[in-house]
């Protein structure tokens, strides 16, 4: 007689012990994982930003730093390139920097004012009838709004003070990482180089050197090109005697050269409206024409000897990057997003296979349309046209039904 099989009420379920610890284990790596996830997400955020900062304007300063250290050691020449630039910054704001703060504080006073001319001058041209307090309703802004926004914002003392300290904390973080990811740049390169296979090592090499010429080629081009578009434009509102030109100009430069695509339009829409509210409205006139021809000039002669290398990027594309880029990581996103995407364009272009399209696969596409295009026509026909012994068969329909109603009437 054969042994019966035990059944499913008496089966035991035994727990290994290394099984059970494994398992704690992975489960206490997911949650520390997902830990640092909301951590390096929501409260380091700012610090990782500073950092990723500090490693993309270490590769803009690249070119300066790797021709400074074939004469001395590299910590000296990154030192040398970073005390340049804080003697730039440091000489500028001693020589403007008190003419820059006064006309920043003119120029906040007078934006209401300017905005009123403006809007006169729209009437008068147009012959319509709009005025400043229906459009500050409409908005739903009042003076007493306004006002008491002013008040809170000049009496928290503090809080000035604490945004005056934190940005100084991070511009000292920012020089710190700056300093030191620039110094070891080359062993940070090796040593990452090292961590990837013989066979992947080219790869990453060919990476970080696109990256290299890229990013650092972008924000090194368009620091250039910002100190040149705002130096030329300062010049010119000083000349025609513009109000607040100082100001105006470093907006013009910056935005200009760091907002893709409509960073023109935006940088230029600011000094027009402030010369239309001045007291002679037609510089507004004269600053459109100057931003108009000297963009021309930047386009053609300036922009293509200093960004030749950097960025060659569609301007929809630039555009999408930039808004996707800020909406991930603000403005440093904005700014970073356009030399990330020329960099995935160019690895792109560099491993991507292509074959040459041939004339006879343009014919072959032509013919293959043409000949669906007479098939729809001809089921089209078809349809629209009614079959032959259609009309036979409601006739014969008919003499059929006439006999069933003269019975129906019997």
């Known amino acids: 007689m054969a042994p019966q099989k035990p059944s499913s009420q008496h089966r035991r379920l035994t727990v290994d ?17 997902v830990w640092l996830t909301w951590f390096f ?21 690249e070119p300066i730093v790797g021709r400074l250290s074939k004469r001395m050691p590299r910590g000296a020449a990154t030192g040398l390139t970073l005390l340049a630039i804080a003697a730039f910054l440091t000489g500028f704001f001693w020589v403007f920097g008190s003419m820059l703060a ?17 809007l006169k001058w729209v009437n008068r041209q147009f012959g319509t009838e709009y005025e400043m307090a229906t ?20 009496g928290n003392l503090l809080t000035i003070l604490g945004g005056v300290a ?6 000292f973080t920012f020089a710190f990482f700056l300093f030191y990811l620039s110094a070891g740049l080359p062993r940070l390169r090796t040593w990452v180089a090292g961590l990837v296979p013989p066979k992947g090592q080219v790869i990453f090499l060919t990476i970080w050197q696109t990256t290299l010429i890229k990013v650092g080629g972008y924000v090194g081009a368009r620091i250039v090109l910002a100190v040149i578009n705002a130096t030329a434009m300062g010049g010119f509102m000083f000349l025609i005697d513009l109000p607040y030109w100082l100001p105006l100009a470093l907006w013009t430069g910056l935005v200009a050269q760091f907002v893709p695509t409509v960073g023109t339009y935006i940088s230029i829409a600011l000094p027009v409206v402030v010369g239309l509210g001045s007291p002679d409205p037609t510089d507004g006139l004269w600053v459109l024409l100057y931003a108009i021809a000297y963009q021309q000039i930047e386009n053609i002669f300036i922009e293509p000897r200093i960004s030749a290398r950097a960025v060659d990027v569609h301007p ?48 072959e596409v032509s013919a293959l349309l ?41």
């Open 17 to 33: 012990l290394r099984s059970t610890w494994r398992a704690a284990w992975v489960i206490v790596c997911v949650g520390v994982l």
């Open 41 to 61: 997400t929501s409260q380091a955020s700012s610090t990782i930003t500073l950092i990723v900062m500090a490693f993309f304007m270490a590769l803009a300063i």
């Open 102 to 118: 006064d006309q920043i504080g003119q120029l906040i006073k007078a934006v209401p004012g300017a905005a009123d001319s403006v």
């Open 135 to 154: 459009i500050l309703d409409d908005l739903g802004i009042d003076n007493s709004t306004i006002a008491d926004y002013a008040t809170s914002v000049a």
């Open 166 to 171: 934190s940005g100084a904390f991070s511009v």
């Open 316 to 363: 929809a594309v630039s555009f999408a990057s930039a808004i996707i880029g800020a909406q991930l990581f603000g403005l440093a996103g904005a700014t970073l997003g356009v030399p990330v995407a020329a960099t995935a364009i160019a690895l792109f272009d560099l491993y991507k296979r292509r074959w040459t399209v041939s004339p006879d696969t343009e014919q």
């Open 370 to 410: 043409r000949r669906e295009e007479a098939l729809a026509t001809q089921r089209h026909d078809e349809k629209a046209e009614p079959p032959a012994d259609s009309g036979a068969k409601q006739e014969s329909t008919g003499a059929s039904d006439r006999p069933e109603q003269v019975r129906s009437s019997d």
